[in-house]
């Protein structure tokens, strides 16, 4: 059965010249619970590491020409996140051995994700301001939080990529 209420994320992207990483709150306590770290950058990593240091879950991106994320716990596939680029379709998939999650772009920065059936499922919304960056999360019971913490650091980090690429081919 879904609960009512969603539970509430914050994640603050801590950026430097040649690093990235996210510190997660959880908002029902105030309390950082996570950090994620990107290591490389064509065929990147991504990690989730507790408030103890010890990883979670991560991502891996097999290869650099696909849109594809293998998500890992401890060793073992628990699902994939796939998306697509083209013109009439920019869906966000996630595959999970039971259920399949389709993502949409809402609202200009907000993606809203959902089951087959059409039951919302988490809710991401980036919140970019010129000094101050915070992006929320809402995620209900049908499925695992780190998965959706995950699958929104991804966003976030392809969202850049086009963002930074969009920059240069303007100013060239």
Known sequence: MRKKTPYGFAIYPQMSLFKLSYDIVDLANDKKMFTVKKEGSMKSNIH??????QEI????????WKNRYIIEKKGFHIAT????????DNRIYIDTDSERFIGTRIR????????LEGNLVFHYERND???HNEYLLEVYDSIQ???AIL??????????????AMIAASSS
């Open 48 to 53: 989730i590491y507790d408030y103890e240091g």
């Open 129 to 131: 301001s010129l000094f």
């Open 108 to 115: 200009g920065r907000s993606y809203q994700f959902l089951d």
């Open 57 to 64: 879950i991560r991502a891996k991106k097999p290869s650099f």
């Open 151 to 164: 699958s929104s650091i991804i966003i976030d980090i392809v969202f850049r990529g086009q963002r930074t």
């Open 145 to 147: 939080p780190e998965i």
């Open 81 to 88: 996140l796939f998306f697509t680029n083209s013109l009439c």
